[in-house]
């Protein structure tokens, strides 16, 4: 099992940036592919990035392709989401994911979830 703990929401104007930082604790990170979720209000929860767990694969929904980047530090235990050019459309809260599939469904472990807002 991995704890997850999301920081770097914000309120932001549209065509603003913001990176989201996810932190984990508990064994063997190095060997979890990772993921970045985001559901708005009356939505589900939807795929946003993924990244393998050594970073030489990553994958995106094609709403955030060239303006979101999913990457990993390993040895800080630590994942990203750099959002750049952000839209109103990308107003939602944003989910860790540890053990997500690529391509597939999200693993077990959740973190508590970052608000992002965009106005325009």
């Known amino acids: 099992q991995v704890q997850l703990e999301e920081s770097g929401g914000g309120l932001v104007q549209a065509g603003e940036s913001l990176r989201l930082t996810c932190a984990a604790s508990g064994p063997a990170f190095s060997a979890f592919n990772m993921g970045w979720f985001r559901q708005a209000p009356g939505k589900v929860r939807e795929f946003v990035a993924s990244?393998?767990?050594?970073?030489?694969?990553?994958r995106y929904h094609d709403s955030v392709k060239g303006r979101f980047t999913i990457s990993r530090d390993n040895a800080k235990k630590t994942v990203y989401l750099q959002m750049n050019s952000l839209e109103p459309e990308d107003t939602a809260a944003y989910y860790c994911?540890?053990?997500?599939?690529?391509?597939?469904?999200?693993?077990?472990?959740w973190g508590q979830g970052t608000q992002v807002t965009v106005s325009s």
């Open positions: 990244i393998s767990s050594n970073g030489a694969l990553t």
């Open positions: 994911n540890a053990g997500t599939a690529i391509p597939g469904p999200p693993g077990p472990d």
